[in-house]
């Protein structure tokens, strides 16, 4: 089954709102989570690193400003797009890493795809 | 950022054919994970390698972490079609989380 679950799957939000996604990590806890974001055909982007308790980590040419992350507690991260605009439109997906006896396996999130009309 | 190189692209077979698929880096890694990614969904795990020279299976899928800890590689073996789809790598240095990723292997097989 699904270790780590986002929601919404698919959102539609008009030009200049805002629009939050959330990221749980079902059976486990973590202290990190992963933001992506991934074009059509190519590959996942990591827009940030979130932390729990602390601010978010963020990748080179990602707007802190607009892609607010929130990481309140250990199972739950959350992607905030402010002021949404028709170029946010893509897919955007979390993942955490989970402990094993062997070493830290990544988990992802089922995705949720973002349309700004 | 750094992403890994993953060959072949794109793969088009014959129901039935045996897959081969890379992985190459300049840099070290401490585990390989390989996903699978279909449509509009995210990437789902399917072999993940924590040891040089470790070779693992997941039913016809078969994955190895290279000795030199800088490559992998993914067999898939009598594909059917629901294998079709998006296979991507993915490295982790020691100590941190954040994955590096191959372009991805798009395998499209034919009935």
């Known amino acids: 089954g699904a270790v780590v679950s986002q929601h919404p799957s698919r959102v539609i939000c008009k030009s200049g709102t805002s629009v939050k996604i959330e990221c749980r990590s079902l059976?486990?806890?973590?202290?990190?989570m992963f933001w992506y974001r991934q074009f059509p055909k190519q590959s996942l982007m990591l827009m940030a690193t979130?932390?729990?308790?602390?601010?978010?980590?963020?990748e080179q040419g990602v707007e802190k400003d607009k892609f607010l992350i929130n990481h309140a507690s250990l199972t739950l991260s959350t992607l905030t797009v402010t002021s949404a605009h028709p170029e946010d439109s893509s897919f955007y997906i979390c993942?955490?890493?989970?402990?094993?006896?062997?070493?830290?396996?990544?988990?992802f999130g089922e995705g949720s795809w973002l349309t700004v009309v | 950022g750094q992403q890994l190189n993953q060959s072949p692209q794109s793969m088009f077979i014959q129901e039935g054919e045996d897959v081969s698929m890379n992985c190459t880096s300049s840099?070290?890694?401490?585990?390989w994970l390989w996903y699978k990614q279909d449509p509009g969904e995210g990437p789902v795990l399917l072999i993940a390698?924590?040891?040089?020279?470790e070779l693992t299976s997941n039913g016809r899928l078969t994955a190895q972490f290279g000795i030199t800890r800088k490559d992998s590689f993914l067999n898939i073996s009598a594909s059917i079609p629901s294998d079709v789809g998006i296979y991507f790598c993915?490295?982790?240095?020691?100590?941190?989380?954040?994955?590096?990723f191959g372009q991805g292997t798009r395998l499209t097989i034919n009935p």
């Open positions: 059976d486990f806890q973590a202290t990190t």
């Open positions: 390698l924590y040891k040089a020279g």
């Open positions: 979130s932390n729990e308790g602390s601010k978010a980590t963020y």
């Open positions: 993915a490295g982790q240095g020691q100590g941190a989380q954040k994955l590096v």
């Open positions: 840099s070290i890694f401490n585990t």
């Open positions: 993942s955490a890493g989970k402990r094993r006896v062997k070493g830290n396996t990544i988990y």
